[in-house]
């Protein structure tokens, strides 16, 4: 049985937010806001490739 993917789909989102939150951080000079956000666009990319994994092993691809 295949599996919805629009997980990935919300994860990409989130990851081109995280993007715009680093470079808004840049923008502004604040370098908290730039490592709060590398940090949640690593985070997402782990939880993506997670998933990935998990769907392939279990033939929802």
């Not at 808004?24 to 730039?34: K, M, N, P, Q, R």
């Not at 985070?43 to 691809?61: A, C, D, M, P, V």
């Given at each position: ?20 939150v ?20 690593i ?19």
């Open positions: 049985m295949k599996k919805s993917k629009s997980i990935f789909l919300f994860l990409a989102i989130m990851a081109v937010i995280m993007l715009i680093i470079s808004a951080g840049i923008a502004e000079g604040s370098i908290l806001t730039v490592i709060i956000g590398l940090l949640l666009f985070s997402i990319f782990g939880i993506g490739f997670t998933q990935k994994k998990k769907y392939r092993e279990n033939g929802w691809l």
